[in-house]
């Protein structure tokens, strides 16, 4: 069977506005909620139970924030194929939990390098983990749907409205097309300003 359950979501946000209504059917769903930083604090003054990534991984946020979700115990979480058997026992080795959904909302950006920033504060502002979440997840859209922008926040909230947390392998491509399309942008984005900046 193509359709899936959602049992983990790991979400990680920059804006975090427009998740209510979503965050309010996974935990009616009895989803399972895991996120960093400010989506967790986010997350949990909502009165929703969330787990940290950093109890997940056992390392804290570090350099300033640059490396929170690169870990293997995420990036195999999302990645590990549910119907190989060497990719789940590798799981079980590693006690790594099975991630099926994953929701990102990359840094700006764009609207960093349009308000006149420095140059080090539009450096800044290069997602690395999200990026990276998005592409991991989109990859295995056979096991794992991808939310890469507040764009997709809606097409979610109507598949959980009519069908539950479970979603059919056509949606999973479908958000996993958005995604690329996401990934891309973006790095044409970045590609740009580094252009025009030698």
């Excluded at 999302?78 to 799981?91: E, F, P, S, T, Y």
């Excluded at 997602?127 to 056979?142: C, T």
């Amino acid at each position: 069977m193509d359709k899936k359950q959602i049992k983990t979501a790991l979400i990680s946000v920059f804006h975090k506005d427009g998740l209510e209504e979503i965050l309010a059917k996974l935990n009616a769903e009895g989803v399972k909620l895991l996120s960093t930083g400010g989506t967790q604090t986010f997350i949990e003054s909502l009165g929703y139970k969330c787990s940290k990534v950093e109890d997940l991984t056992t390392y804290p946020s570090i350099l300033g924030g640059r490396v929170k979700t690169l870990h293997p115990k995420v990036f195999g979480g999302i990645l590990a194929r549910r119907d190989n058997a060497g990719d789940q026992k590798q799981m079980a080795e590693y006690q790594i939990p099975e991630i099926d959904l994953v929701i990102v909302d990359l840094y700006p950006f764009e609207q960093t390098v349009a308000s006149g920033a420095s140059d080090a504060n539009i450096i800044e502002k290069i997602d690395i983990g999200g990026i990276s979440l998005i592409r991991a997840a989109a990859k295995n859209f056979n096991d794992v749907v991808i939310v890469p922008s507040k764009e997709q926040y809606k097409p979610l909230l109507d598949i959980l409205n009519e069908q539950g947390a479970g979603t059919t392998l056509e949606q999973r491509r479908w958000f996993a097309t958005q995604a690329f399309g996401v990934s891309s942008h973006y790095d044409t984005a970045i590609h740009g300003w580094f252009a025009q900046t030698i």
